[in-house]
């Protein structure tokens, strides 16, 4: 039993909330909050630091698929601040980390929206040179991770916002946990989806 306030309480345990169980956490928590704001205010070079910076961390705590999504985050920002070069080393750090993880899946979504955006962004250089690079990095894909048929998209409309974060959602590239709540690419909430 435990006491609060005075009084002796059954087994109750505080809940658990994402990003919030360390003071390093919160921190993480309250940097990727600030990232997003500035990408939505569109001061890219800040958003890019902080987003790179985030992603170096949770890729040294092991938590790869998170991290693989904020180096791809941090690429998009450099790459609207005009910083190409970087931009795309960013994203192939992103896009690694997914294949050295095993997320193929994730792989091949965000490569293949990563080529449509730096088409429409008119680098036709750094997409022909991007599409090269993930050619060469599908030959090292181990068959058995080869899916045998894509998977009819979910029909579940998620928020367009994690509300913990403030990053953008995608549905067609979260995690999902079951058919009603996916996982947050960012910071790894649980986003409850509604019938569409």
Not at 10 to 25: F, I, Y
Not at 55 to 74: F, I, N, P, S
Not at 99 to 120: M, P
């Amino acid at each position: 039993m435990l006491r609060r306030r005075g009084r002796m309480v059954g087994h109750v345990w505080p809940p658990l909330r994402p990003w919030t169980r360390s003071p390093m956490e919160a921190r993480a928590r309250q940097d990727l909050l600030r990232a997003n704001r500035l990408m939505e205010i569109g001061d890219f070079t800040n958003a890019a630091f902080l987003y790179e910076k985030l992603a170096r961390k949770l890729h040294d705590l092991g938590r790869a698929r998170q991290a693989a999504h904020l180096y791809v985050q941090a690429s998009r920002a450099k790459l609207l601040a005009g910083q190409v070069h970087s931009g795309l080393e960013l994203l192939e750090q992103g896009l690694s980390t997914f294949a050295q993880a095993g997320f193929w899946d994730a792989f091949e979504r965000v490569g293949s929206r990563a080529l449509d955006e730096l088409r429409q962004q008119e680098q036709p250089q750094a997409a022909q040179d991007l599409s090269q690079w993930l050619e060469s990095m599908r030959q090292n894909r181990p068959p058995s991770s080869v899916p045998a048929e894509m998977k009819e998209p979910r029909r579940r409309a998620l928020p367009l916002k994690c509300p913990s974060c403030g990053a953008t959602v995608r549905p067609d590239e979260v995690e999902w946990v079951d058919e009603e709540r996916a996982a947050c690419d960012y910071c790894g909430s649980m986003l409850v989806a509604s019938s569409a």
